[in-house]
C-alpha cells in the first residue's frame, strides 16, 4: 500500500508540473508565427498568430502580425480589421504598415493617405510606403503632394521603372512635359520592354511638338504589343502632325531639381512581410488546432519533473521516520 501511495503521489505531482512547463504561450506562438511568415508559408503562420490571440487575444504583435499576413493573403478587410485592433492598444510600424496597405488596397485612397503619413513619419526609409502614398495622391487629385512623395521613393528606389513612369504621368497632369520626359527617359534607361512606358514617353514628346521621337516611342511600343490600342491611335495622330521639330536620339536623363539630395536616415526598421530574419525554427506542417496545444516531453523536462518527485517522496519518508 505504501508503495502504490508513493506511486499515486508521483502521478499527481507529474501530471501538475509537466503541462506548466510545456504549454505553449503567445510569445511562442508569435514566434513561430514570424518564423512561417519569414518563410512565405502564410497560411501556417495565420494559423499560429491565431494560436497566440487564443492564450492573449489583446496580444498586439501577433494582431499585427496577422494583419500582415492577412494583407499578403489579398484578406484586405479582414488584415485591416486585424491591423485596427492592434494599433489600439499600441502603436507599431508593422501594424500602421498592414493598416495602410489595406486601404491601400481596398481603394480608400483619402484613408491611406492618413495611413502612410502617419507610417512615413516614423518611418522614413520604406519606398514602397512613399510609393502608395503618391499613388494615392493621384487619385485624390493631388499632383504636387504626389510628386514629392515620388521624389521620395525615387531617392530611395531609384531602380524602379514603373515608379518613374508613375512620376512622369504625374508631370504629364501638370503640363510639365519637360520633366515628364526626363522621368520617362530614367525609366527606359531601367527597361526597353515595357510598351506602356514607351506609349507614355511617345506622348510627352508629342506634347512637346517632337513628332518623330514621339513616333520612334508608339513604333517601339508596338513592337513590343502589336495589339496596343492606345499606341496605335497615339502612332496615326503624331504621323498625321507636321515634323517641326526632332531630336536625334535619346535625351539622357538628368537629375531633376526635386530629387532628393541627401541620404534618409531612420532610427527605425519596417518588418515588411515576409519578414526576412528568422527567430526560431519552423516545424514541420502538420495540421494545428487553433487551441494551446503542448509539445512532446523532452527528456531534459522529465529527468526535472522526476527529480522534484524523488524530493517530495523523500521529505516524506524522513516526516515519517521522525
Known amino acids: 500500500m505504501k508503495m502504490r501511495a508513493k506511486a499515486e503521489i508521483l502521478l499527481v505531482i507529474v501530471f501538475i508540473i509537466i503541462p506548466a512547463v ?3 504561450d503567445q510569445f511562442e506562438w508569435y514566434a513561430k508565427g514570424q518564423n512561417a511568415a ?3 508559408d502564410y497560411v501556417d503562420a495565420l494559423t499560429y498568430y491565431n494560436n497566440a490571440l487564443s492564450v492573449d487575444p489583446s496580444y498586439a504583435p501577433a ?3 496577422k494583419a500582415a499576413t492577412l494583407n499578403q493573403l489579398g484578406q484586405y478587410q479582414e488584415a485591416l480589421d486585424s491591423a485596427d485592433q492592434a494599433l489600439s492598444s499600441q502603436f507599431s510600424t508593422t501594424a500602421q504598415n498592414a493598416q495602410a496597405y489595406a486601404l491601400f488596397k481596398l481603394g480608400r485612397y483619402t484613408d491611406a493617405i492618413a495611413a502612410y503619413v502617419n507610417l512615413t513619419a516614423v518611418q522614413t526609409n520604406y519606398a ?3 510609393c502608395n502614398l503618391a499613388y494615392s495622391y493621384v487619385q485624390e487629385g493631388m499632383p504636387d503632394q504626389a510628386l514629392s512623395a515620388y521624389a521620395q521613393c525615387t531617392n530611395l528606389d531609384p531602380n524602379n521603372p514603373d515608379t518613374w513612369n508613375q512620376m512622369g504621368l504625374a508631370f504629364m497632369s501638370e503640363n510639365k512635359y519637360n520633366d515628364a520626359l526626363v522621368a520617362f527617359n ?3 534607361l531601367l527597361t526597353i520592354t515595357n510598351a506602356e512606358i514607351w506609349n507614355d514617353k511617345g506622348e510627352a514628346f508629342a506634347a512637346l511638338g517632337q513628332y518623330q521621337n514621339a513616333i520612334d516611342c508608339f513604333n517601339k511600343a508596338l513592337s513590343l504589343n ?3 490600342t492606345e499606341a496605335q491611335q497615339n502612332l496615326k495622330a503624331a504621323a498625321a502632325q507636321p515634323q517641326v521639330f526632332q531630336i536625334t ?6 537629375e531633376l531639381p526635386w530629387v532628393l539630395k541627401t541620404p534618409v536616415t531612420t532610427t527605425a526598421t519596417l518588418p515588411a512581410p515576409p519578414q526576412t530574419t528568422a527567430v526560431t525554427t519552423l516545424p514541420p506542417k502538420t495540421p494545428i488546432s487553433q487551441q494551446t496545444t503542448y509539445t512532446p516531453l523532452s527528456p531534459f523536462d522529465a529527468v526535472a519533473a522526476l527529480v522534484v518527485a524523488g524530493f517530495v517522496m523523500a521529505g516524506m519518508n524522513c516526516g515519517r521516520k521522525h
Do not use: I
Not at 536620339?249 to 538628368?254: C, E, L
Open 22 to 24: 510545456l504549454a505553449e
Open 38 to 40: 519569414n518563410a512565405g
Open 186 to 188: 530614367h525609366a527606359t
Open 226 to 228: 502589336p495589339l496596343y
Open 63 to 65: 494582431l499585427a502580425g
Open 128 to 130: 514602397d510606403a512613399y
Open 249 to 254: 536620339g535619346s535625351p539622357t536623363p538628368t
